[in-house]
C-alpha cells in the first residue's frame, strides 16, 4: 500500500482503496449552486438605518391617527396659553396665572377652568366621564344624564345631578362647591351630601363631606357647620338649632345623621318644630338610626325624593 497516497494523494493509489472511492464518491459534499447575493459591506448600515426611519415614521403616523381619534375633551384658549388642546384619558390641563380655558365636550357638558388649576383626566366613556382637580377652580354645565360626570377631589367626589356648579380646592386639598342650577352630590367612603340649588358644601381631606347650608343663612349657623366638620363640636350642634329656618331643615337633617346617637334627640325635636313628620316617622325609630325612617324625613322638605339618588347610586360605576 502507498500511504503517501492516503494522506496527500501523492504516488501509486492502491487499487483497493481507490475501489472504496469510487463507492463513497456519491455521500461526499457537495457545494450550493445556489447563487447568494451579498450586499457590498459599506452599503448595508445606511440601508438599515434608511428601513428604520421608515419604520419610525409609520409608527409615529399611526399613533397620531390613533391619538386623533380616542374620545376627549375639546380645550379651547379663553386666555392665556392653557397647555393643551385635546384632553383625553390619562392627560393633564395645567393654566398659570393668566390662563384660562374651557372644556367641551358634545355629548356631556362645558367646563371652563380658572387660572391657576391643575385637572386631569381619570375615564372617558360614554357611561362615565371623570375628571380629577387637584387644586384651582372649574365652573360645569352639565347637560350629560345625572350620575355620569364626576369630579374627583382630594377628599370626594363630586356626583352630577344634572347642574351647574362651581367647584374650588386650595391648596391643602379642601373642596368648596357651590351649586347654582339642580344638583350635585358630594361623596365619599359611604359619607354622602346633597347640595341642592342655592346651597354650598365644604369637604375637608380624612373627614369627607360636610353639612350643606344655603348660602343666605344665618353666617353663626354656616360657621357652627363648618366647625362641627371640622372638629365635631358638639356647642356647635346647639348653635346650628338655634340659627335654623325652616328652609335650614337641609342642614339639619345632614346633622341627623351625624351626631352621636345621645345628640339625636334635639335635632329630631328642632326638625318637627320646622317641618311636619311623615306618618312613618317616629321618635323612637330616628334615634335609633333607622334608616329608612330618615330618608322619609327628607322627602317631606320638599327636595325631591330620596328614591332619585339611590336609583342613580346603584347605576352609577363602581
Known sequence: ??????????????????????????????????????????????????AAASLLVIAGALWMVWQRSRPAWQVATVAGSPSVKRLAKGQSLSTDAQSRARLDLDEVGQVDVEPNTQLSVLTLREDEQ?????????????WAPPGRFFVNTPSAQTVDLGCEYTLNVDASGVGLVRVSVGWVAFENDG??????????????????PGIPYY??????????????????????????????RQRDAISLWHLLRRVQAGDRGPV????????????????????????QMIDSVWDTL?????????????RMPK
Not at 371623570?130 to 352639565?142: C, K, P, S, Y
Not at 329630631?268 to 325609630?285: C, F, H, N, S
Not at 320638599?302 to 346603584?314: A, C, F, V
Request: proline share 7%; hydrophobic share 40%.
Open 1 to 50: 500500500m502507498n500511504e503517501n497516497y492516503l494522506w496527500d494523494k501523492s504516488g501509486e493509489p492502491d487499487p483497493e482503496i481507490q475501489r472504496l472511492e469510487n463507492l463513497l464518491s456519491p455521500l461526499g459534499h457537495q457545494p450550493d449552486k445556489t447563487p447568494v447575493l451579498r450586499i457590498p459591506r459599506p452599503t448595508r448600515l445606511p440601508l438599515l438605518l434608511a
Open 130 to 142: 371623570r375628571l380629577a382637580l387637584a387644586h384651582g377652580t372649574i365652573h360645569a354645565r352639565i
Open 191 to 208: 359619607r354622602e351630601s346633597f347640595i341642592p340649588a342655592g346651597a354650598a358644601c365644604v369637604t375637608r381631606p380624612h373627614k369627607g
Open 215 to 244: 348660602e343666605d343663612a344665618s353666617q353663626a349657623l354656616v360657621d357652627a357647620a363648618h366647625h362641627f366638620d371640622a372638629d365635631a363640636d358638639r356647642a356647635a350642634i346647639g348653635v346650628m338649632l338655634s340659627e335654623a
Open 268 to 291: 329630631y325635636d328642632r326638625l318637627a318644630e320646622l317641618i311636619k313628620m311623615p306618618a312613618d316617622v317616629t321618635r323612637e325609630g330616628v334615634l335609633a338610626g333607622n334608616a
Open 302 to 314: 320638599d327636595l325631591g325624593n330620596t328614591s332619585w339618588w339611590r336609583m342613580w347610586k346603584s
